[in-house]
C-alpha cells in the first residue's frame, strides 16, 4: 500500500510531537512513525524554562505543570564550590522572565502528554512500527517503508520527511553524515526510591556534582522516587573494571552528592541503562526532502539539560518553515539554511559551555574561576544561558571558554592530583596520574 501526505515524521518523541501538533494544527496532513509504544521509559527529566513558551504554544502547559515536579533551578557542586543558577535571578533579556521555572518531569509520562496532543490536533500517529528504509527517487528521499508489528507493509510518500528519530538519526546515518564526537562520554542512570535529604534535592532543583572528567546527577521524582546518574569518559570506566551496575551502586555509596542527598534506607528499583554515546552530530541537519531535528540533528552532553529544549525548538522551527511552503509543491532544502545556521550557533554556543565545565573538573583553578558565577551580573547572564537562552549571551559563553583553555593550558589538569576528584581511585588504586592528567598505572620497581 502506498499512500501520499504531506509531513511523514519518523519518531514520536518531544521533537516528533512538537512538529506534527504544529503542522497538524496548521491542516497540513501529517504521518507520525514510531517504532515504540506509549508510555515508553526516556532518560532525560530537567527541563528547561525557556520550553515553556513553546508548551504554551502547544496547549500542554496545564496537564504538564499538574503532573510534575517544579524546578526552580540548577546547582552544581565544584568540590565545596556552589554554583547555583535561579531561574528567578536572570538577565532581563531572559525570554522566561515571565515564567522562571520549569518542571522535573517522567519523560514516559511527559512524552505521552505531548503526542496525545498532537493526535488531538489531527496527526495520523502509528505506534508499533518501524522505519526500515527511506525512498529516493532523483537523489531525493520522497519516502519511507514500514514494518508494523504483525508484519503489515506500507510506503508513504510526503513533501518531507522529518527524521526525529534521536541518538538513532536514522536518515543522517544513512546517508553517512553522523559524527561521533570526542572524547567519548557514557551515560549510566536508574531510579533509585528513597526521601530527599538535601534541601535544594526537596525544593525540585537540579542538583549535580562534578568529579574528574565527569559528574552525577541527582533529580527528584514523584512518589519518592529519584532519577540517579553517572557520566564518565568511556575509557575511564573501562578502565574501573566494574559493570555499569556494579560502578552506578559504588557511586551512590561514595558520591557525596548521592550517599548524602538520599536516606539511608535508599533502594534501587530499576535496572541501570546505558547512553554509549553522550556527543553526535551530523554534518548536515537538512537535504532534499528531509531535514533532522532534536537528537537526530546533534547530541550535546547533558550537564546543562539541553536536549529537551532543542529538540522542542528545533521541531517548532523546522514546522514554521514548513506551515509557510506553497501546499502542492516540493520543499527545496534550501528553506532550511536559516534553521541550520542558527541550529548550529546554538550547537556552538552549548559546547563551548560544556567544554569549559569539563576543563573545570580537571583544573582547580578554572574550579575557582567558576566563584564568578556565585552573584551579581555574571550570575544573571550565566542563569539566562542556562535557562534556554544559549544565543543571548554567546559572546560572554565564548570568553569564558577561552579563558578556561588559557587557564588550562599554564596550569594543566591539576585536579586530578586530587584523589578524591576521580572516582576512579575508589575503583583501582593502581590507576595515577601524571602532570598533564593523563592515566598511566603505576609500575613496580
Known amino acids: 500500500m502506498s499512500t501520499q501526505h504531506d509531513v511523514v515524521i519518523i519518531g514520536a518523541g518531544p521533537a516528533g510531537s512538537t512538529a506534527a501538533t504544529i503542522l497538524a494544527e496548521q491542516g497540513l496532513d501529517v504521518v507520525v512513525i514510531e517504532r515504540e509504544h506509549f508510555p515508553r521509559f526516556h532518560i532525560g527529566e530537567s527541563l528547561l524554562p525557556a520550553s515553556v513558551r513553546i508548551f504554551e504554544r502547544l496547549g500542554v502547559h496545564e496537564p504538564i505543570r499538574k503532573a510534575f515536579i517544579h524546578k526552580p533551578g540548577g546547582k552544581w557542586l565544584y568540590g565545596s564550590i556552589e554554583v547555583a543558577g535561579d531561574f528567578n535571578k536572570s538577565d532581563r533579556k531572559a525570554s522566561f522572565k515571565d515564567h522562571p521555572y520549569s518542571y522535573l518531569v517522567e519523560r514516559s509520562i511527559f512524552d505521552q502528554i505531548l503526542i496525545q496532543r498532537s493526535e ?66 557514557m551515560g549510566m542512570y536508574c531510579q533509585y526510591a528513597a526521601r530527599p535529604t538535601r534541601d535544594d534535592v526537596k525544593a525540585g532543583w537540579f542538583v549535580g556534582q562534578m568529579f574528574y572528567d565527569g559528574w552525577t546527577w541527582l533529580l527528584r521524582l514523584p512518589e519518592d522516587r529519584f532519577s540517579v546518574g553517572v557520566v564518565m569518559t568511556v575509557d575511564r570506566f573501562q578502565k574501573s573494571r566494574l559493570s555499569p551496575t556494579d560502578l552506578v551502586e559504588k557511586m551512590v555509596e561514595e558520591n557525596d552528592l548521592l550517599n548524602h542527598g538520599m536516606t539511608l534506607d535508599r533502594r534501587r528499583i530499576s535496572d541501570v541503562m546505558v547512553t554509549g554515546n553522550m556527543a553526535s552530530s551530523s554534518q548536515n541537519l537538512a537535504g532534499e526532502g528531509w531535514v533532522a531535528v532534536g537528537d537526530a540533528a546533534y547530541f550535546i552532553d547533558p550537564c546543562y539539560s539541553s536536549g529537551v529544549h532543542l529538540a522542542m525548538k528545533s521541531a517548532e522551527m523546522v514546522a514554521d518553515i514548513v506551515s509557510a511552503q506553497p501546499a502542492t509543491e516540493k520543499i527545496p532544502s534550501t528553506v532550511f539554511d536559516s534553521y541550520q545556521k542558527e541550529m548550529r550557533s546554538h550547537e556552538k554556543s552549548v559546547h563551548h559551555m560544556v567544554d569549559a565545565f569539563y576543563i573545570a573538573s580537571r583544573n582547580t583553578s578554572v574550579q575557582k574561576m567558576v566563584t564568578t558565577f556565585q552573584g551579581g551580573y555574571l550570575n544573571r547572564r550565566f542563569v539566562t544561558f542556562v535557562g534556554g537562552d544559549f544565543l543571548t549571551n554567546s559572546r560572554m559563553i565564548r570568553r569564558v571558554h577561552q579563558i578556561s583553555n588559557v587557564v588550562k593550558s599554564i596550569f594543566g589538569n591539576n585536579a586530578a592530583k586530587s584523589p578524591e576528584n576521580s572516582p576512579l581511585y575508589l575503583f583501582d588504586p593502581t590507576l595515577n596520574h601524571d602532570q598533564d592528567g593523563r592515566d598511566s598505572s603505576k609500575k613496580a620497581a
Open 120 to 185: 488531538e490536533c489531527g496527526a495520523d500517529v502509528r505506534f508499533g512500527t518501524e522505519v526500515n528504509e527511506v525512498i529516493t527517487e532523483n537523489d531525493r528521499i520522497v519516502g519511507v517503508k514500514c514494518r508494523d508489528e504483525d508484519g503489515n507493509t506500507a510506503e508513504l510518500h510526503a513533501r518531507l520527511v522529518i527524521d526525529a528519530t534521536g541518538l538513532r538519526a536514522l536518515i543522517p546515518s544513512k546517508l553517512g553524515l553522523r559524527e561521533i564526537n570526542q572524547p567519548q562520554r
